[in-house]
């Protein structure tokens, strides 16, 4: 049994499930039911199970054997990752709009009105951090804010700010410029969470690490902070 994590509505699962055929069960886990409705009809021989990735879900009973995730946005990678972990199980993820993680999740009328499924909530909202997963991931990344900062707390938003460029660019600035800047921030954000899973001990090999090295932050926080004192060379 494979695990596609926050599957929407199958765009991972269904390819899968026709591609390894019927010794193999796809188990799709996301909290929209509406999403999972639509994947059962496009695909029934998919598994569906309307859960929130960020309760802690017993794989074990389903007999699963790894978990997927494919563009999980925000936070919902972590949780998948975290899912995979928590079972003792390997995992290939692939990230999806980084800055959506950093949106507090609300957990109030729209979560009623179904029931506990969460399936109303906003996509931003499904995408967010519970209040047990922490941005910045390690204590490396936060170290190194909280240093160029010059006193500055404001951590949080530094780490926002980082993750919105992942995504869309630091603007105003050539396409050229736009996707080095993006290249380099999801670096950033992908280097923190390897940092993170490594310090509790387990090993995410899903992290490009090439070219890491002394550029690490320039482009990107300088445009930030405006300090002209930034050694890359303390992020690494």
Partial sequence: VIVDAASGAGNLSIPLSGLLGRKTTVLAIDV???????LKERDASVKVLC??????????????SMVVSLHGCGAATDMAIRLATRNRLPFVVSPCCTAKAVVGRTYGP????TNGTGSRMSSEHRSGAPSD????RSAW?????TE???????IDGAYATIAK????????QTPLEQVEHQRLAKRIVEWDGQ????????RPDRFDQAGLGRRFFCSIWKGYCGCSRICCCDFV
């Fill in 165 to 172: 460029v992942a995504d869309v660019g630091l603007g105003p």
């Fill in 110 to 113: 729209q979560l009623q009105a």
């Fill in 148 to 154: 160029h900062l010059n006193g500055n707390d404001d």
């Fill in 195 to 202: 940092r993170y899973w490594q310090s509790i001990g387990e």
């Fill in 51 to 64: 859960a929130d990735l960020a309760a802690d879900i017993d794989l074990e009973r389903f007999g699963a």
């Fill in 141 to 145: 990344l936060a170290s190194a804010l």
């Fill in 32 to 38: 929209n039911e509406v999403a999972l409705h639509r």
């Fill in 133 to 136: 997963i922490v941005y910045p």
